[in-house]
Nanobody
Framework: QVQLVESGGGLVQPGGSLTLSCAAS????????MGWYRQAPGTERELVAT???????NYADSVKGRFTISRDNAKNSVNLQTNSLKPEDTAVYYC?????????WGQGTQVTVSS
């Protein structure tokens, strides 16, 4: 079955950095578009960054210049490098794999930015 497992979340001070990772299994990873989304308490899930199967990237305006998404098809993984973190970046971060009508989600990893 398809599994997406996120890791790398935690508590970090404002201005700090974290690298989130998502390990995928059960799919032909190299042909899937991948993405990171986040959801803070009381809000809807929102797009953070996406990377297509060809490597094209897209970012939410709120994270441009601070976050970088990358993929390693040899390791079936997608990373999100987060820098200059702000308290408003606090959320559960979810990994998504999608292709045509197929869409899969991980269980999420908590990122808390606080002093």
């Amino acid at each position: 079955q398809v599994q997406l497992v996120e890791s790398g979340g935690g508590l970090v001070q404002p201005g700090g950095s974290l690298t989130l990772s998502c390990a995928a299994s059960g799919i032909n990873f190299s042909i899937y578009n991948m993405g990171w989304y986040r959801q803070a308490p009381g809000t809807e899930r929102e797009l953070v960054a996406t990377i297509t199967f060809l490597g094209g990237t897209n970012y939410a305006d709120s994270v441009k210049g601070r976050f970088t998404i990358s993929r390693d098809n040899a390791k079936n993984s997608v990373n999100l490098q987060t820098n200059s973190l702000k308290p408003e970046d606090t959320a559960v971060y979810y990994c998504n794999a999608n292709r045509f009508r197929f869409s899969y989600w991980g269980q999420g990893t908590q990122v808390t930015v606080s002093s």
